[in-house]
């Protein structure tokens, strides 16, 4: 089965920095699309940044310049480091893979930017 694994979450401090990793099987990894996106509470689920099978990348406007989101075929893992963190990047991030008609999520890892 298809399972994806968000880690690295945490409490930092604002300007602080996070590396969020996913670990993906139960997929031909290299084909799909990879992606972070995140849920603050009371919000809607948003899109933080994608990376592409051919390496090609996505991100949001309110996360450019801080956020970098890259993959490692071999290990079939997606990262998300995340630079200059502020409150408002609180959120539980979801890692997510898709591909055509198929479409995974991972269960969610709390990032909390607080002093």
């Known amino acids: 089965q298809v399972q994806l694994v968000e880690s690295g979450g945490g409490l930092v401090q604002p300007g602080g920095s996070l590396r969020l990793s996913c670990a993906a099987s139960?997929?031909?990894?290299?084909?799909?699309?990879m992606g972070w996106y995140r849920q603050a509470p009371g919000k809607q689920r948003e899109l933080v940044a994608t990376?592409?099978?051919?390496?090609?990348?996505n991100s949001a406007d309110s996360v450019k310049g801080r956020f970098t989101i890259s993959r490692d075929n071999v290990k079939k893992m997606v990262y998300l480091q995340m630079n200059n963190l502020k409150p408002d990047d609180t959120a539980v991030y979801y890692c997510?893979?898709?591909?055509?008609?198929?479409?995974?999520w991972g269960q969610g890892t709390q990032v909390t930017v607080s002093s």
């Open positions: 997510n893979a898709k591909r055509f008609s198929n479409d995974f």
């Open positions: 139960g997929i031909i990894f290299s084909v799909y699309t």
């Open positions: 990376i592409g099978s051919g390496g090609g990348t």
